[in-house]
T-cell receptor
Framework: GDSVTQMEGPVTLSEEAFLTINCTYT??????LFWYVQYPGEGLQLLLK?????DKGSNKGFEATYRKETTSFHLEKGSVQVSDSAVYFC??????????????FGTGTRLQVTL | GAVVSQHPSWVICKSGTSVKIECRSL??????MFWYRQFPKQSLMLMAT?????????EQGVEKDKFLINHASLTLSTLTVTSAHPEDSSFYIC???????????FGPGTRLTVL
């Protein structure tokens, strides 16, 4: 079945450091790929997405490129801020004909940014 | 963007009682709603998928008689945890999807504590 593997956390960085959170996936067909962010005590918010190979999703300085050849969707940000501290989830969606898509999530990576 | 609300945001109940959680799509019609459970520091586990006007489809290992899901309208789904026990304590998150879109919009979650 479909699965998502992302690097374990927590990841602790100083403000303005470069961030990479690795994510790889296994899926049949051509899934869409997502990064969600969860701030403390809140639900998930879509951060960015990509729907086909070589697409780059971007939002709020975060980027991720859909790499079909390596089945990866790594999240990057050039300069993190304290406000980026949250849990980040990589996910995929492989739509089935006639149904809404199920999301398969990775285990989440906690990011802690310090001054 | 699409907004999904959940009510209540948190609830504390005694063991043996039943608790109902509501999930509403505020500005769009949700053909499909999903219910997830999140354990501390872990990923989201899909419990069930509900389509408006039909019975919910439960994931393997989820007791349908324990977790009753109703999706009576295009804007409201409810999850009832029947005869709750301390092991049912968790963070429950719903999401909503329009049939033609490959995206789920998440509610803020409900924290259930069973004493």
């Amino acid at each position: 079945g479909d699965s998502v593997t992302q690097m374990e956390g927590p990841v602790t960085l100083s403000e303005e450091a470069f961030l990479t959170i690795n994510c790889t996936y296994t899926a049949t067909g051509y899934p869409s790929l997502f990064w969600y962010v969860q701030y403390p005590g809140e639900g998930l918010q879509l951060l960015l997405k990509a729907t086909k190979a070589d697409d780059k999703g971007s939002n709020k300085g975060f980027e991720a490129t859909y790499r079909k050849e390596t089945t990866s969707f790594h999240l990057e940000k050039g300069s993190v801020q304290v406000s980026d501290s949250a849990v980040y989830f990589c996910a995929l969606s492989a739509p089935l004909r006639g149904t809404a898509s199920k999301l398969t999530f990775g285990t989440g990576t906690r990011l802690q940014v310090t001054l | 963007g699409a907004v999904v609300s959940q009510h209540p945001s948190w609830v504390i109940c005694k063991s043996g009682t039943s608790v109902k959680i509501e999930c509403r799509s505020l500005d769009f019609q949700a053909t499909t709603m999903f219910w997830y459970r999140q354990f501390p520091k872990q990923s989201l586990m899909l419990m069930a998928t509900s389509n408006e006007g039909s019975k919910a489809t439960y994931e393997q290992g989820v007791e349908k008689d324990k977790f009753l899901i109703n999706h009576a309208s295009l804007t409201l789904s409810t999850l009832t945890v029947t005869s709750a026990h301390p092991e049912d304590s968790s963070f429950y998150i719903c999401s909503a999807s329009q049939f033609s879109y490959n995206e789920q919009f998440f509610g803020p979650g409900t924290r259930l504590t069973v004493l």
